[in-house]
Every structure is written in C-alpha cells, then in structure tokens.
C-alpha cells in the first residue's frame, strides 16, 4: 500500500492517521467532527486542533475502514480493542470487522471494510466499487445454528487466499446489517468474489468464473 495515501497531522492533543486507500467515504468523519475533517476544501483538510481528544477517538471508532486512527497524546486512554470480534455483512456491500485484525499476518487494526463484490481495486479491501458494478446482496442472509463461544475475543486472522475467499481463523461472531446474529465460529471462509450463491459464505463459484485477486495487499 503506498505511503501516499498515507497522511498524518498531529495537533497538541492528538495525532491523527488518515490512509486514503481504505476510505470507504462512510462520512462520519465529517458529519460528526466538520471542523476537524473539512470537506470540499483545497490544502489541508484536517485539523486535530478543533476537538478534543476524546472527540476525536470517538469518530476514530465510528470509521468503519479504520482509515481515520487516532493517536492520543494527552495521556488518555488509547482506542480499546473490542470485547467481542464482529463481521457485519452491509447490504449490497463490503464486510466490516471489528476486532483485533490480521491479515495475511500483519495486525492492521481493529476496524476494516472488506470487499466482497470481487471488483474492488484494492483487495482485500472495498473502495466502493460495489456502487458501479451493480452489486446486489443481501444483509439480511439466513442465521445458522451455532453455540456462544468461550472465548469471544482476540486475534480474528483474515487469509485472502490468493483468486479465492477470505479464510478467518479465530472468534467472531457474524452479523446481519442491522446487527443479528448469523453465526458464531472460530473458522470459516467467505466469498469475496461476488459469485457465491451461499453469501457470505463461499461456494466455490470463485473458481468457476475465474476470479483473480491477490493474496495480499498490492
């Protein structure tokens, strides 16, 4: 991933880290903090100055890419890593997980949007182009049964198998859009081809229509 993506302003009270390649333009930033992230603007376009740090942590959170991280530098609590790892199947949409990220080996966080349309430019993760290529699935997919889990915490490990799913190794509870509970697991795969007649899960159809993608982040 190019570091010109990359860009970081740090303010009195904290430092923030914008990566511009895994902004999904969810816009929370600039609807929760408009004086911080200024829209539409030429030059700089973020200022830490204009909140506090805890305001600033909460639209980190709120980032469902992880594209906006912040860093404090007033002694406050850092961002918290969740209690319970979560993957949120958006309509029509990328997955969003929550939890404490690997992918391909390399801790990338504790937010990110995965691309499950197979058109992203920027696999494994989405960078809308669901939108343009029509995308339609549901966010609403059938629960399975499943018992709780002991442990509902920890490193979630995201595979991207080269031209096929994402393989996950770890708890996580996968969720509906609008927050049911589909499964429970410590290992599944889910297709990121857009072909599955099984969404999330993956069928296989990857291999099928020849679905290309990398095994890891260009």
Aim: charged content about 20%; proline content about 8%; glycine content about 12%.
């Amino acid at each position: 991933m190019s570091d010109s993506a990359i860009e970081e302003v740090a303010g009195r009270w904290a430092t923030i880290r914008f990566d511009g390649r895994r902004c999904i333009h969810a816009r929370r930033c600039v609807i929760l903090q408009p004086g911080v992230f200024k829209a539409n603007v030429a030059g700089d376009w973020i200022d830490p100055d204009a909140a506090s740090a805890e305001a600033l942590m909460f639209v980190a959170l709120n980032c469902p890419s992880g594209a906006i991280q912040v860093t404090r530098r007033d002694g406050g609590a850092p961002e918290p890593l969740p209690l319970v790892n979560t993957i949120t199947v958006r309509e029509n949409g990328p997955l969003a997980a929550h939890a404490q990220i690997e992918i391909g080996g390399e801790a990338i966080g504790t937010r990110a949007t995965l691309c499950r349309c197979g058109a992203s430019a920027n696999k494994p993760y989405c960078d809308g182009s669901h939108v343009g290529a029509g995308f339609l699935a549901s966010g609403e997919p059938a629960a399975k049964p499943s018992e709780p889990l002991a442990a509902r915490d920890g490193a979630l490990k995201i595979a991207p198998y080269p031209n096929g799913p994402l393989g996950l190794s770890g708890a996580v509870e996968i969720l509906s859009g609008t927050g049911r509970t589909i499964d429970r697991t410590r290992a599944t795969a889910l297709c990121r081809c857009g072909g599955s007649k099984n969404k999330p899960y993956c069928d296989g159809t990857h291999k099928a229509i020849g679905f290309v993608a990398p095994a890891k982040p260009s």
